[in-house]
């Protein structure tokens, strides 16, 4: 804690390190509170931003997504983060990049500026930790990180909808077809990849493993956990996760609720176990705070991230994976 700076540590900490004093209803609003900066120069975790909300099939409103993550965060940049008991910042260093710039009024190019994005983040050897927008972002982003890692990827995907419906159009805007093109572009192998919390038909899910929302409801996120590990083991492995993916109990304000989700409960214990899994990206999409209630949609999706951190950091500590299936369930269970 740096006891010298008061307030707007985001523009005025010089380190990528540690924290400083603020007032949570007050500051600029990076999430949580980290540096706002463009310099890249020995950065773990780079955060930004996709304000986008083309791709949506339903309700629109994601692209104040990032935004509203952002201003949720303040809570969790005062106390070590529950149940970590650590300050992830004073070993990982972490920018808030601000978002990703795009054309809206040229759609055909919104793609590519995502991928351009990503690519000058990943060029650096940051990770990244990506705020939507809508779901659709997330294929552009896969495309910069099997550039960066090589492909296939493994996927971890929560979600209500499996997102893998046919689309043959390569420039389409859908966020209910980016998985089918990701498959079939070769971006993510279906045999190592995993989704969570579905609760949509679809007649095709590509290969993917399943693990649907009442398979999570009847056997518990440890066995959840204790599955995805098994799927993914160490392969390189990108996470993505759909706010949609909680019951509309949890997180009313997204594009297209379900009932019948997991609990906030049941996904943050799932993601705390993330430890033995080779991360190489994150993202956390479709909160729309127009349909949200009291914040509580926004502040799922900054927990999960926090969290997210916190494994990150853990892993940098540890040399990654950082612990053992044995280690990260005995811990969380």
């Not at 924290?19 to 900066?37: I, K, Q």
């Not at 759609?107 to 983040?121: C, F, G, K, N, W």
């Amino acid at each position: 804690m740096d006891s010298t700076i008061k307030g707007d540590g985001a523009i005025r900490r010089t380190s990528l390190y540690g924290s400083c004093a603020e007032n949570t209803y007050a500051g600029v609003l990076s999430f949580m509170r980290r540096n706002y900066s463009r310099d890249l120069s020995c950065v773990d975790v780079a955060i930004s931003g996709v304000p986008l909300d083309l791709a949506t099939t339903f309700r629109s409103g994601a692209r104040q997504g990032p935004a509203a993550v952002r201003a949720a965060s303040v809570q969790l940049a005062e106390l070590a983060p529950y149940p970590w008991g650590f300050n992830p910042f004073d070993d990982l260093a972490v920018i808030d990049y601000g978002d990703c710039w795009f054309d809206a009024h040229n759609p055909l190019t919104i793609s590519q500026s995502i991928v351009e994005h990503a690519r000058t983040i990943l060029a650096s050897g940051a990770k990244m930790l990506t705020f939507g927008g809508d779901h659709f972002i997330t294929y552009p982003l896969l495309k910069a990180h099997a550039e960066k890692y090589g492909k296939p990827l493994s996927l971890i995907h929560f979600d209500a909808h499996c997102d893998t419906w046919p689309d043959d159009s390569p420039e389409s805007l859908n966020h209910g077809s980016m998985f089918y093109k990701a498959v079939k572009d070769g971006l993510i192998d279906p045999n190592t990849s995993v989704q969570v919390g579905i609760r949509t038909w679809n007649d095709d899910f590509m290969g993917i493993h399943i693990l649907d929302a009442p398979w999570v409801h009847a056997h518990g996120p440890q066995a959840a956990l204790e599955k995805i590990l098994s799927i993914v083991g160490d392969r390189p492995t990108y996470l993505t996760f759909d706010i949609d993916c909680l019951d509309p109990a949890f997180a009313p304000g997204t594009g297209t609720p379900v009932p019948g989700g997991l609990s906030s409960a049941q996904a943050l214990a799932i993601i705390r176990g993330m430890g033995p899994v080779n991360l190489v990206g994150m993202d956390v999409v479709e909160v729309s705070p127009s349909f949200d209630q009291s914040e509580i949609t926004a502040l799922a999706a900054a927990h999960i991230a926090a969290d997210l951190l916190c494994v990150l950091r853990n892993q940098k500590l540890a040399g990654k994976p950082a612990v053992s299936i044995e280690q990260a369930t005995q811990a969380l269970f």
